[in-house]
């Protein structure tokens, strides 16, 4: 049987003194903000909120923040403000809509707290009126961390921290790019690149590591039929030359580096596999300014079937996510968390689908 972890490990391990730690994990002042994510970060990693009673809830004070009915319980939906992560986006939007629709149909509540403020968080929600949390897309550590020391239920959407034990919904990343990588590779294209910043999200990892997948499936089989020694330097430099690593790609920034990495191949690639639809359209645009034909010259493909992604001309080949689904499953783990809170901790994936629009077409 493992050994309760206690303060003054907690403090031992940070060098700091127990009365400091203490203070942190009560949530009280005269701790600074750093001090204080350093002592909780510490806390998770020790195994200290697991164990029984860890857990302590700081005073509340009333809040001015309403649900629909002052007479319902309600769930809070923590989407901050970041990456164009608003009620207004096509994709982050879609999803809050899932949840909304999922509570008002069950008689359910609903705040939306759109800061990353820890302030905000413990002193001007009434913590006593809400059920439990869905976060929706990135979501600091040191929020999370602060609702995993309250002991408060949680799901997280598009999202998930190796820190904080809780339930996540993701579409199914990996296997959708791996297959659309497939379908390109299958239809001829032999110089295939990715375009995302693979430490945006957790899911433009993914969606990396399933195109990754592909391409060294297919340069595994190319150089087994030539019968060439398959070594890792050989799936090194074909990730190496296939992977582009983009960052702000709403932005001229991600236009100007897009036109200058295409302007200096010497090899153009076939296809371009994009982390999403943002990344693709914008990736399409700058071809067409260039005068580079889609998809006669290079074909592009997004994820996630915004509603641009079909407004394009040519209309965008992508991955359909299912992002009301996403939300309405997101209420579903909760309440169901809820009632059975022993249960071990899941990853749900909910299943994609491809769409083959006019942006790809075969190599001939």
């Not at 039929?225 to 991600?254: A, H």
């Amino acid at each position: 049987m493992s050994k309760k972890i206690t303060m003054q490990q907690i403090a031992n391990y940070l060098g700091v003194s127990k009365f400091v730690v203490s203070k942190a994990l009560s949530g009280k002042a005269g701790v600074s903000d750093h001090t204080k994510e350093r002592v909780i970060e510490a806390a998770s990693q020790l195994g200290y909120f697991s164990q029984k009673n860890a857990y302590m809830k700081p005073n509340r004070v009333e809040t001015n923040v309403r649900s629909q009915g002052s007479s319902k319980q309600s769930v809070l939906v923590l989407m901050p403000n970041i990456r164009f992560q608003t009620k207004e986006s096509l994709y982050w939007g879609r999803i809050l809509d899932g949840v909304s629709a999922e509570l008002e149909q069950r008689g359910i509540g609903m705040v939306i707290l759109s800061e990353q403020s820890i302030d905000h968080f413990t002193q001007f929600i009434n913590l006593d009126g809400i059920l439990g949390i869905i976060g929706i897309g990135e979501i600091s550590s040191t929020m999370l961390l602060e609702i995993h020391r309250l002991g408060m239920t949680m799901v997280l959407v598009d999202h998930e921290d190796y820190l904080i034990p809780a339930d996540s919904i993701f579409v199914d990343n990996y296997e959708a790019t791996y297959r659309l990588t497939k379908q390109l590779i299958g239809t001829g294209h032999n110089e295939i690149v990715f375009v995302g910043n693979t430490q945006f999200s957790r899911s433009f990892y993914d969606r990396f590591l399933g195109y990754r997948a592909a391409m060294e499936e297919q340069l595994y089989r190319q150089q087994k039929n030539d019968g060439e020694k398959i070594t890792s330097l050989s799936y090194s430099s074909c990730i190496d030359r296939s992977f582009l690593n983009i960052e702000g790609f709403e932005s001229e920034q991600f236009a100007q580096q897009l036109k200058q990495w295409i302007t200096r191949q010497k090899v153009m690639p076939t296809a371009i596999v994009c982390g999403n639809d943002a990344i693709a359209l914008g990736a399409v645009q700058m071809l067409q300014a260039l005068g580079i034909n889609v998809p006669e010259q290079i074909s592009v493909s997004g994820f996630d079937n915004i509603e641009d992604s079909y407004r394009l001309s040519p209309a965008l080949t992508t991955v359909h996510v299912p992002k009301e689904t996403l939300g309405k499953k997101a209420v579903e783990r909760l309440l169901n968390r809820l009632a059975t809170p022993d249960e071990p901790i899941v990853k749900i994936l909910v299943k994609s689908e491809l769409i083959y629009r006019d942006s790809t077409a075969a190599r001939e």
